[in-house]
C-alpha cells in the first residue's frame, strides 16, 4: 500500500508572502500565525505576508516564520483529512515536522527556533565562516578535499542534500580552499551560499550549548508518526530521541539523501512538501525518482492535495 511522507522545508526557503493565501483560505492555518504573533510577543505574521524581506532574511526571524508557514499549512491539510505515514523536515524543518508528529506543541517550538536562530547567529562573528555548494563532485573526493582545505582550520560537510549536491560549511578561508580543490577534482561547480552563518559544523557548537538547556526544559511526548531525523537518518519514535535528534542537528550534518533513501525503503512512494519554497521536490527527484513529491504550500496546492 502507497504511504506519504510530509516533508518540511529548512531555511532559505522564506519569501515575503509565504502563508498569506493558506491563512486566507483556512481557518486553522489563520489561527497558526494569531498564535505565533501570542507565543513570540511581536506580528511575526505580518513579517511574514508583507516582510520587507530584509528583516525575513535575519536568521532569528527566518527560522520562527519558516516554521510557523510550514505548520499552518500542515493544519489546513490536516482540516482536509490528509495524515501523513512519516514525516521529515530539513534542518530548522526537523521541528515543523516534530509539530507534525505531535511531539512538541507549536508554541513552545516557534519559541525554541527563535532562540535557535539568535544563538546560531551569534555563535560565530560576521565574516569568520561561510558555506559553499559543491555541485557534481566525483564520488570518493570528498573527505580528502576537506582534510587538505583544512590546514588548521574548520571545513565539513552540512548538508548532503543529493547525489549531485554537498553543502560545506566551516571557516571562511578553509571553505574558499575546498572549493578550488572540489573544482580542481571534476566538481561541475562550487558556488559560494549567501548565508550569515556557517550553520551545521563544529563552529555551531557554541549555538549548541546554549539551546541545550532550552530543549530539555521543553516538554516532548513520543510521536504519534516516525520521523526520519536529520543527524542520524533513521526513524525516530520517542520523545527523548527527538529531543537528543535536536540537540546534536546544530552542529552535525543533514543526511538528506539517506533520510529520502529510507523514506522509499519504507514504503513512501507519495510526498508532500509542506511549507514555502520548492526546494525539498526538486532533492527528493534527484534522490529517488520512484517518489512523487508535491508542493503544499500555498492554498490553490492544498486544495489539490489528496
Not at 163 to 175: K, S
Not at 251 to 277: I, M
Amino acid at each position: 500500500m502507497s504511504k506519504l511522507a510530509l516533508l518540511f522545508p529548512g531555511q532559505g526557503s522564506q519569501f515575503p508572502g509565504m502563508g498569506k493565501t493558506i491563512a486566507e483560505a483556512f481557518s486553522s492555518a489563520r489561527r497558526t500565525f494569531e498564535e505565533a504573533d501570542e507565543a513570540l510577543g511581536f506580528s511575526l505574521s505580518t513579517l511574514c505576508f508583507n516582510g520587507p524581506e530584509e528583516d525575513l532574511k535575519r536568521t532569528e526571524n527566518t527560522q520562527p516564520a519558516i516554521l510557523t508557514a510550514s505548520v499552518a499549512a500542515w493544519r489546513a491539510l490536516a482540516e482536509k483529512g490528509i495524515r501523513a505515514d512519516f514525516v521529515a523536515g530539513h534542518s530548522l524543518g526537523e521541528y515543523s515536522a516534530l509539530v507534525a508528529a505531535g511531539a512538541i506543541e507549536f508554541a513552545a517550538a516557534v519559541r525554541l527556533v527563535r532562540q535557535r536562530g539568535r544563538y546560531m547567529q551569534e555563535a560565530v562573528p560576521e565574516g569568520v565562516g561561510a558555506m559553499a555548494a559543491l555541485l557534481r563532485l566525483p564520488e570518493g573526493k570528498l573527505d580528502v578535499i576537506l582534510a587538505e582545505a583544512a590546514q588548521g582550520e574548520i571545513v565539513t560537510a552540512a548538508n548532503f542534500n543529493s547525489p549531485d549536491q554537498t553543502v560545506i560549511a566551516g571557516h571562511a578561508g578553509a571553505v574558499a580552499r575546498a572549493m578550488e580543490l572540489a573544482k580542481a577534482a571534476g566538481a561541475k561547480r562550487a558556488i559560494a551560499l549567501p548565508v550569515s552563518a556557517p550553520f551545521h559544523c563544529p563552529l555551531m557548537k557554541p549555538a549548541q550549548a546554549r539551546l541545550t538547556p532550552d530543549l530539555e526544559a521543553a516538554v516532548f511526548h513520543d510521536l504519534e508518526v516516525p520521523l526520519v531525523n536529520n543527524v542520524a537518518a533513521r526513524l525516530v519514535t520517542r520523545a527523548a530521541e527527538a529531543r537528543q535528534g535536536l540537540i546534536d542537528q546544530v552542529p552535525g550534518a543533514v543526511r538528506w539523501v539517506e533520510s529520502v533513501r529510507l523514506l522509499a525503503a519504507s514504503g513512501v512512494t507519495r510526498a508532500l512538501e509542506v511549507g514555502p519554497g520548492a526546494v525539498l521536490s526538486g532533492l527528493v527527484r534527484n534522490i529517488d525518482s520512484s517518489i512523487e513529491c508535491k508542493r503544499a504550500g500555498e492554498a490553490s496546492e492544498i486544495g489539490a492535495a489528496g
